[in-house]
């Protein structure tokens, strides 16, 4: 079943009920402003940190979902209604959302008034704008009032949700014309504040949560709109919101539009005040001035459109699959950005306060946004890598705001300091800009011990070196990719953290996942090194990673798959030997993309493994047999009920993983096949299934031991984002950045057919035509690059030109 359908020639899915399974959400905003946004309404906006900077409130495991959000009520006679639906739900006489890249349209309609709303955060500014048009569409004049509404957060959301006893005495605001200004706490720490303000004269305001809803009333009945008047309150403490009241006579068939302007302002530290107590407007006044019109607030939703119709030509296909199309060209990589900017911040499952950047979140989320806006991908490189230690592990997490490793979790997840190496060697096979390499870059922010960004990268992989075990296989810590197989931290009560409990260090638990990681990304490492004319390391470091080839196929093989781990008392995780969590999908991707087996049979064994008993009809399930009982020796991941999460879910973010192992196997049917079943687009008819929205990845599907086998948790924020448009763009499609070049590759399915890239690398356009009479699943026997043959796969970058045709023939 659907809920509504895509719209791909304007790069939109339409939503045509608000009672989806789910609030489906958008994201609004490219840098440093951002609103979440969902179909009925419901999100919030903060400014760079969603913690720290929080400007109008959510509300958590409420018991009506998607509580709070940006609403407009309309009132017409007694009739109360939103054109989004909620809060007040009353019945529309038709809706629909549109998601769009960075945009979302609502309209609703009721009693022949229809409301059409469309909302953005244009690409330079802090500001949400809203565009609200109104139209009489029956044959007699209307009275009607519009009345916009938020609720401000006061600022810290964390603290904002526990320091009742302080927060309800400190909210702060003011007023002036049609410009309603929040400025909690601006008199002492801070020196920024909010603004909602509207392009035409109110005939009322309400500053005061109580007055506009009435002490025991909620959105849904608000009293100062049932009584059609606001009261000009201006608040003190309790809770500061905005509302505008514009009263509106339309005639038949008449139209009017109003622009609403949510902003974020900061001022220097001496510059504050206009007026003792009286805050300076002047960036305010400023801003807002620049969208006082429908028209300038079109030219920068044109701005917007046109800054994205850029980013994603970047990669473009044309093929016969509808799909493949358009989660390429639109979805897909409008995820990665998200992503890219979230980490796992800031979504509906993702409060916001909790989780700020992870350290290998934010390098795989590079993965996939490399390509896009390769100068921001630099400086997160630079930020990411100035939270390592000069051991070269890494804090597990930091906060965007301050760009500060954060304490509470500390380090000893022991793939850390590998991803580093991952995004980095992304980068700059993407850009070829090895000066990234020379930048100095502190250690736990601390300038005075700063290396070359080159050297942590040597201390990344000499972390690995000097921290194996028993098997030579590189220590585990806390945990790997894996956060809930906690193979050291024995946690016994609740209210531990599982993976903070215990000791990091001393342990002997050990990861083959690491060790495949070591591998793949050790390999990238010593290219790197030859690039950059130091063949000694080179050496060296192909020699550590033969060294760990060994130690995988002695102890890391089981004989029809690759062992997950050795748990504290070296005993195998992830084996036949076990009496559950007998394999386990990470290693078998990872030493596979690695190249571990490829040679031997091992990887086609290990491959087949997976389909055997890993799969179902909804993607690859993480582990199986399920763990039934909870493993003290395993930690979080035996917590779950079986099916679910880490214990036997559908890990979204590791079927890519198999996917491309496939791919380096050359079977591009099943790799295919992999990606389809978790494909957002191939799945949008059993969304009443899967529950979130059918145009995103989520993080998780639930697997088959699971009561609801094929529901999805956790949307937008993850991995899988990243590992998916690597994997159909660089592996299924093909289209591999190298050092050297663009190669091109591809392993599709035999009958996929041929297909057109049109991909932007290194500023130099190429058009690259793939045909495939032979129907083969990979090998590509010509390559034509502007009519002349070339050797091998790789075209050599040639920046003089600025357009490159290709032709490649697979047979
Ligand atoms: C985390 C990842 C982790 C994965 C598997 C995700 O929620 O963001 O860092 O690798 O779970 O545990």
């Known amino acids: 079943m659907k809920y509504g359908f895509f719209d791909d020639q304007n790069k939109e899915y339409v939503i045509t009920t608000p009672k989806t399974p789910l609030p489906w959400i958008n994201y609004l905003g490219c840098k440093d402003f951002f609103t979440l946004l969902s179909n009925t309404c419901g999100g919030y906006t903060f400014y760079k940190d969603a913690k720290l900077l929080r400007m109008t409130r959510y509300r958590y495991n409420d018991t009506t979902p998607d509580t709070n959000g940006k609403y407009f009520y309309i009132k017409d006679g007694d009739t109360i209604w939103n054109p989004g639906w909620q809060p007040t739900k009353t019945a529309l006489d038709s809706y629909e959302c549109r998601h769009g890249i960075g945009y979302s349209k609502f309209t609703g309609s009721k009693n022949d008034i229809e409301a059409a709303l469309v909302t953005f955060v244009p690409v330079d500014d802090a500001v ?41 005495s400190i909210g702060e605001v003011e007023v002036v014309d049609s410009t309603i200004y929040h400025k909690t706490e601006y ?35 608000p009293a100062a709109v049932i009584a059609g008047k606001l009261n000009n309150t201006i608040c003190s403490g309790w809770y500061p919101i905005a509302s505008h009241q514009i009263n509106i006579s339309l005639e038949a068939g008449e139209s009017t539009t109003f622009v609403f302007a949510l902003g974020y302002i900061e001022n220097a530290e001496d510059d504050k005040w206009e007026a003792p107590s009286v805050i300076n407007k002047k960036k305010a006044t400023a801003l807002l001035s620049k969208y006082q019109t429908a028209e300038a607030f079109d030219s920068a939703l044109a701005e917007l459109c046109s800054y994205w119709d850029g980013l994603l030509g970047k990669f473009h296909i044309a093929s016969k699959d509808e799909h493949v199309n358009r989660m390429v060209n639109i979805w897909n990589q409008y995820q990665c950005m998200v992503t890219f900017n979230m980490s796992r911040s800031a979504s509906y499952y993702e409060s916001g306060i909790g989780r700020g950047m992870g350290f290998r979140d934010s390098c795989q989320d590079l993965l996939g946004f490399v390509h896009l806006i390769p100068d921001r991908a630099r400086e997160r490189i630079i930020d990411i890598a100035s939270t390592q230690f000069q051991d070269g592990s890494a804090y597990h997490q930091y906060q965007p705001l301050t760009k500060k490793g954060n304490s509470d979790i500390g380090s000893g997840f022991n793939d850390d300091p590998l991803w580093l190496i991952a995004g980095t060697s992304a980068y700059i096979r993407e850009t070829g800009d090895t000066s990234i390499l020379e930048e100095t870059v502190p250690y736990d922010n601390d300038m005075s011990v700063a290396t070359s960004l080159m050297e942590h990268l040597k201390r990344s992989f000499d972390y690995i070196v000097n921290h194996k075990g028993p098997h030579d296989l590189p220590l585990i810590g806390r945990a790997d990719w894996n956060d809930c197989l906690n193979l050291n931290c024995f946690s016994e009560h609740p209210g531990e953290s599982f993976q903070c409990f215990g000791p990091s260090e001393g342990p002997v638990a050990e990861s083959v996942f690491i060790a495949g990681m070591f591998v793949k990304y050790g390999r990238e490492y010593a290219d790197l090194c030859k690039l950059t004319g130091d063949n000694a390391e080179a050496d060296r470091v192909l020699a550590e990673v033969d060294k760990m080839i060994a130690a995988i196929e002695k102890d890391g093989w089981d004989g029809e798959w690759f062992v997950r781990a050795y748990d504290a008392y070296s005993k195998k995780v992830g084996s036949k030997e076990c009496e559950e969590g007998q394999i386990y999908i990470e290693p078998q991707g990872m030493c596979v993309m690695a190249g571990v087996g490829v040679d031997d049979g091992n990887a086609k064994k290990a491959l087949d493994s997976v389909k055997e008993k890993l799969d179902t009809k909804y993607g690859v399930m993480i582990l199986q047999p399920a763990y039934t009982r909870y493993h003290l020796e395993l930690g979080e991941i035996s917590s779950y009920p079986p099916g679910y999460k880490e214990n036997a879910g559908i890990f979204c973010h590791n079927n890519p993983w198999i996917s491309i192992a496939e791919t380096c196997i050359g079977r591009g049917d099943r790799a295919f096949e992999v990606y389809k079943k978790t494909c957002p687009s191939y799945i949008e008819n059993i969304s009443e299934i899967h529950r979130t929205e059918p145009y995103v990845y989520s993080q998780m599907v639930a697997g088959a031991d699971a009561k609801f086998h094929g529901e999805a948790k956790n949307s937008w924020l993850t991995g899988t984002a990243a590992w998916t448009f690597t994997n159909i763009s660089q592996y299924i499609l093909g289209i591999y950045p190298t050092l050297e070049g663009l190669s091109v590759n591809p392993c599709t399915p035999a009958e996929f057919g041929d297909f057109n890239v049109t991909r932007v690398y290194r500023g130099v356009t190429y058009n690259i035509a793939i045909k495939n009479p032979n129907k083969v699943q990979k090998g590509v026997a010509s390559l034509l690059v502007d009519g002349q043959e070339i050797q091998g796969n790789i075209i050599p970058f040639d920046g003089s030109k600025k357009t490159v045709n290709v032709v490649a023939t697979m047979s």
């Open 187 to 221: 008199r002492e720490r801070r020196n920024h504040y909010a603004v909602y303000s509207v392009n035409a004269k109110i005939d009322g305001f309400e500053t005061s949560r109580d007055e506009f809803r009435g002490a025991y009333n909620g959105p849904d009945k």
């Open 128 to 168: 949400e704008l809203t565009k609200v048009t109104l139209t009489n569409k029956g044959t007699s004049k209307k009275d009607i009032q519009l009345f916009s509404y938020v609720e401000w957060c006061l600022w810290n959301a964390d603290d904002d949700m526990k320091n009742f006893q302080r927060n309800l």
